[in-house]
């Protein structure tokens, strides 16, 4: 892909009139505010809001089309607000899509929008990477609709759910993130079995059979307003965590970045997932925590003091604040007098798609992280709150390390 912009020297008002050119089609003008003069196109920050709206409405007319709904009109309206320094960069977003037509189904159409926010659009993501929150609203003939939830259904079938299953579980109602496959998804379906009514979370749909768990929910830690979404829409329905594991993560893309060959894309690529998306996340959902509950961060050992290596570069350092961050969390509550119980974990070398050599099945591991986050080991956790727990496979037990 490749442009340039031209200017030429113009007599006033015209002496800010820049135009841009393509391989293919027509010039488009730019121009910026002079003065008093009329501004007769758009601002480069304007036509980057213009790209924005054209690229996410080719992902939705198409998918409409394919749908073959009968769409009659889209528009589609950025609204941006700018940092007050410079280099003054988006900060907030609020993407809003009108459809239009006779006849259209919703559920799709809310689909479509979906697909486009949160996979296909890459000059929304491009401004999501850069620090902009995003926000999309969608109007279908001039009413409002929930792109995650259209119909209400899911919130219809949550409130039956916490009615009829959760109420009766004994240890009340767990969240677990990262639940699409390996550890995530694997301790899910042991809580459950462990009388939790279990809410698992992750990018794509998950199916289980167990009463005892609700359908998976969308959440991907990257994206600062899927956790704003899902956090308002768990408090919208009165939904009170007893139990929150924070499992979602990636690995290492390079897997022989050492402290000296570790670059930026690596860090913040592991970072935004291991990091900041946990934090974010703990940060929103923590306000819906009952008294005397836990959380749970699934760390590794790799980011211990122990483990005494400089290759994983990037991992191993967010794995280290992961651990970090949880001994600052059980310091502030301590302080607030909150009984909220704290841990991050270890659980051993297991055997998954981003561990195919580990000794410890998904299944065991799962059985072993619900046995510390049972009641049994609430004292010891709470006597060690903060800690950071390794399971030991040789000795088949959990120890806290300082």
């Not at 996979?119 to 409002?144: D, I, Q, R, W």
């Amino acid at each position: 892909m490749k442009i340039k912009t031209i200017w030429q020297g113009k007599e006033y008002p015209h002496n800010w009139e820049f135009y841009a050119e393509c391989d293919e089609g027509e010039k488009i003008q730019i121009s910026v505010k002079n003065g008093d003069a009329v501004k007769i196109a758009p601002n480069p920050k304007e036509l980057v809001l213009q790209g924005m709206a054209s690229c996410t409405s080719v992902d939705v007319i198409s998918t409409l089309q394919k749908m073959r709904q009968p769409l009659e009109e889209l528009i589609v309206e950025c609204d941006a607000e700018q940092t007050t320094v410079h280099p003054k960069v988006f900060e907030k977003c609020n993407i809003n899509y009108y459809v239009n037509g006779k006849e259209l189904n919703v559920e799709k159409v809310a689909n479509a929008v979906f697909l486009s926010f949160t996979k296909y659009c890459g000059v929304s993501a491009m401004l999501e990477k850069s620090g902009c929150h995003m926000t999309p609203k969608l109007f279908v003939n001039n009413k409002e609709i929930d792109i995650f939830d259209p119909e209400n259904k899911i919130s219809d079938k949550l409130k039956h759910w916490i009615k009829d299953v959760a109420n009766n579980c004994s240890n009340g109602v767990a969240l677990v993130t990262g639940a699409s496959r390996g550890i995530g998804n694997a301790l899910v379906k042991q809580l459950s079995q462990e009388d939790f009514a279990v809410i698992p979370t992750a990018r794509s749909k998950v199916l289980y059979e167990n009463t005892n768990i609700f359908d998976s929910l969308y959440l991907d830690v990257t994206k600062p307003n899927s956790i704003s979404y899902l956090s308002n829409f768990l408090k919208k329905n009165s939904i009170e965590l007893n139990l929150i594991v924070h499992n979602a993560g990636v690995f290492s893309l390079d897997s022989g970045a050492d402290s000296l060959d570790v670059n930026y894309t690596e860090i913040h690529k592991i970072y935004e997932a291991n990091v900041f998306g946990l934090i974010e996340a703990n940060n929103k959902f923590m306000q819906l925590m009952s008294s005397c509950s836990t959380i749970a961060f699934v760390s590794s050992l790799m980011g211990h003091d122990s483990y005494d290596t400089y290759s994983y570069a990037a991992y191993r350092m967010s794995k280290r604040s992961v651990i970090q961050f949880a001994k600052n969390v059980a310091l502030q509550f301590q302080n607030q007098n909150k009984k909220i119980c704290i841990l991050s974990l270890h659980p051993g070398s297991v055997k998954t798609d981003m561990n195919p050599s580990g000794k410890i099945s998904v299944e065991n591991s799962a059985k072993n992280i619900s046995y510390l986050l049972s009641n049994k080991m609430l004292e010891t956790r709470m006597k060690n709150n903060g800690g950071f727990w390794n399971f030991d496979l040789t000795k088949e037990v959990w120890e806290c390390l300082k």
